[in-house]
């Protein structure tokens, strides 16, 4: 949800700087539109294949990061546990 707007984004900056760059240099009308609607889609499909690959990198290290948690966690249980029986045995 985070980059829901991101290829969106993209491609209106895209197209903003390229209209900017066609009234500069005073292009003709229906070929600035040609162009504009070319870099429109370039960059929708740029934006769009961006915002998955942010997507899975962050999803790969969120998933890494509940392993390591969880690694952690039995790590732990299982010093709880050897110092429960090493308890024991002082006590007996």
Same mark, same amino acid.
């Given at each position: 949800?985070?980059? $829901? ?19 500069? /240099? $005073? ?12 870099? @429109? ?7 769009? @294949?961006? $915002? ?6 962050? #999803? ?6 509940? #392993?390591? /948690?969880? #690694? ?10 050897? /110092? ?9």
């Amino acid at each position: 949800m985070k980059y $829901r707007y991101l290829p969106a984004t993209v491609m209106l900056s895209a197209g903003a700087i390229t209209m900017f760059i066609c009234l500069y /240099n $005073r292009y003709d009308a229906l070929y600035t539109l040609k162009v504009l609607l070319a870099i @429109l889609i370039i960059f929708l499909i740029i934006g769009s @294949l961006v $915002r998955k690959a942010l997507i899975k990198i962050l #999803d790969m290290s969120n998933e890494k990061e509940s #392993d390591d /948690n969880k #690694d952690k966690a039995v790590e732990e249980d299982t010093q709880e546990n050897s /110092n429960d029986s090493d308890n024991d045995s002082k006590i007996s």
